[in-house]
């Protein structure tokens, strides 16, 4: 599994990952970092396994999508985790109830449950927060 970022031509599997519209998607390319977790195939293609797309604002690396296999979304994730630890920032997200492959890469990655957080197309999302800097001391 390769981690690179994403370009436009991602667009599509993106958004089979994020049950999005693909131009929804290449707009998170221009307007967000966004890193896309992928693996070679035979015929030299590849598959796309997850993404992750992250921004900082007040001292905070707020996670904005995340999406795919259990493996990638936990690979992703040290993306913006890095990120926050080298600034010195938080990291925060939401995750859907019902999404537990991407609620438990988030736990494994040491993440604890910060409250609930709003419901988005009537599902109830958890409220997740990493501080880096607190676990290493």
Not at 18 to 41: F, G, I, K, Q
Not at 62 to 70: K, R
Not at 102 to 124: H, I, T
Request: hydrophobic share 35%; proline share 4%.
């Amino acid at each position: 599994m390769e981690i690179r970022d994403a370009v436009e031509a991602d667009a599509e599997r993106m958004a089979d990952i994020a049950d999005s519209p693909p131009d929804v998607m290449r707009n998170l390319v221009h307007d967000r970092t966004v890193r896309v977790a992928v693996e070679t195939t035979d015929d030299e293609g590849e598959e796309t396994l997850g993404l992750v797309s992250f921004d900082a604002r007040d001292a905070t690396v707020h996670v904005t999508q995340l999406g795919g296999t259990g493996e990638a979304c936990g690979r992703l994730l040290d993306e913006p985790v890095r990120f926050a630890r080298r600034e010195g920032m938080a990291v925060e997200l939401l995750v859907a109830e019902t999404d537990d492959d991407v609620r438990d890469a988030v736990e494994d990655a040491g993440f604890e449950r910060s409250g609930p957080g709003p419901r988005f197309e009537g599902e109830q999302t958890t409220r997740y927060r990493l501080e880096p800097g607190k676990a290493e001391q």
